[in-house]
């Protein structure tokens, strides 16, 4: 009886082709819309999140943001002695115009110290580092990047070439082995020069930024603890600086993903359970176009239930089929999105497993009520049909 049930639901459906279409366009598209969104989104997050982990889980981020706040590069140095503390780099950031022959572009000059290479984990592929010797004698050296040597230069052989910072000519000592594109855009792009010389371009005498390198992942907690009470006993305002260290911004972005998540499961409710009323909506009209079919089986003998399992069969086939249609077509289009932005986004099947089951449900929900009302049709009412 259940598999008479079922080819007579599929068959009902095949009848009416078109309108079984449009009846699970409303699933087909909130399908599409939470297996899509996902899809992206994690792919997105994932890439932020595996950028953030390899910084390294032992570094340390500092930032004085007080107006009145003073703390100079000599202060800053004496955390070295802690033994939680490997090495300190403070950095002056400023953007300056950059020049190369034709070629001039706007870029990002680093002022910093030897250390800065081994705290931030940056290692060159030609050429050598910026040393102490450089610092004290406030060198006009620079260590550039692979894009800012591809677009002044043509090629990443420069080393021992000329770029113009500026209005002083700088000799290019060394260059950045390839490091892709961060939180705050492409490393790549990056010119670091003595810390010395960057005082000396900005007029900066004190730090804004340093980075911190605990001696071990296990020692952060502690290494965390002493930065923020030698910036507190230097500034006297303890909203003056921060102290951030990885971890905590990969709890940021476990927050912001969970966060996400409520909000596309949220879409997808909404969508999916607008295209349940869809279904409900076509199946009252299905049960008044057929009740003449329905009181000629309860005539012959069909049970009440019977008829609504009939009903909840057909209800329950146009969303999982909704379902299973649009969970398809995500896959088609996030294929198209991989191909022309370049991306590795994978579609999430669990979601859309999960959102083909809730399919089902929403088919027993808003099914229930056109199936009970064909079931209490009675014989008599086919003689009322034309």
């Not at 371009?201 to 390198?213: A, D, E, M, P």
């Not at 996400?260 to 009209?285: D, R």
Request: glycine share 8%.
């Amino acid at each position: 009886m259940t598999l008479k049930i079922i080819k007579l639901s599929l068959r009902a459906i095949y009848n009416n082709k078109m309108r079984s279409f449009l009846t699970m366009l409303g699933i087909i598209i909130g399908v599409m819309a939470v297996v899509i969104l996902v899809s992206i989104t994690q792919n997105a997050t994932s890439g932020i999140t595996d950028s953030i982990a390899s910084m390294g889980s032992d570094q340390i981020t500092a930032s004085i943001t007080g107006e009145d706040a003073s703390v100079s590069r000599d202060s800053i140095e004496t955390l070295n002695s802690y033994s939680v503390i490997a090495k300190t780099a403070p950095v002056i950031t400023t953007n300056e115009t950059v020049k190369h022959n034709d070629e001039t572009g706007s870029y990002s000059i680093l002022g910093v110290t030897n250390n800065y290479f081994d705290v931030q984990d940056v290692t060159i592929q030609s050429g050598r580092l910026i040393t102490d010797s450089d610092i004290e004698w406030t060198t006009n050296v620079a260590v550039i990047g692979t894009e800012a040597a591809t677009d002044l230069f043509g090629t990443w052989d420069v080393v021992g070439g000329t770029i113009t910072i500026g209005e002083r000519n700088y000799k290019v000592i060394g260059v950045l082995e390839e490091q892709g594109s961060s939180l705050v855009g492409s490393d790549d792009s990056k010119i670091l020069i003595p810390y010395t010389t960057a005082e000396r371009i900005t007029g900066q005498k004190s730090v804004s930024t340093f980075y911190i390198k605990a001696s071990s992942s296990n020692s952060v907690n502690v290494a965390i603890n002493m930065v923020e009470s030698f910036l507190l006993q230097a500034t006297r305002d303890e909203d003056s600086f921060t102290v951030s260290n990885q971890s905590d911004v990969l709890d940021t972005m476990d927050d912001v993903n969970n966060t996400m998540s409520l909000l596309l499961a949220g879409i997808a409710a909404i969508s999916l359970l607008v295209g349940g009323i869809g279904i409900m909506n076509i199946m009252l009209v299905s049960v008044t176009e057929r009740t003449r079919e329905i009181g000629i089986r309860k005539a012959v003998g069909a049970k009440r239930q019977h008829i609504m399992l009939q009903f909840l069969c057909e209800s329950c086939i146009l969303s999982v089929l909704g379902g299973l249609i649009g969970l398809v077509l995500s896959a088609a289009i996030v294929g198209i999105y991989n191909t022309v932005a370049g991306s590795s986004a994978t579609i999430n099947w669990s979601i859309g497993l999960a959102a083909i089951a809730f399919c089902a449900v929403i088919g027993v929900l808003f099914g229930s009520y056109p199936a009970a009302k064909a079931s209490r049709l009675q014989p008599i009412d086919a003689l009322h049909t034309s």
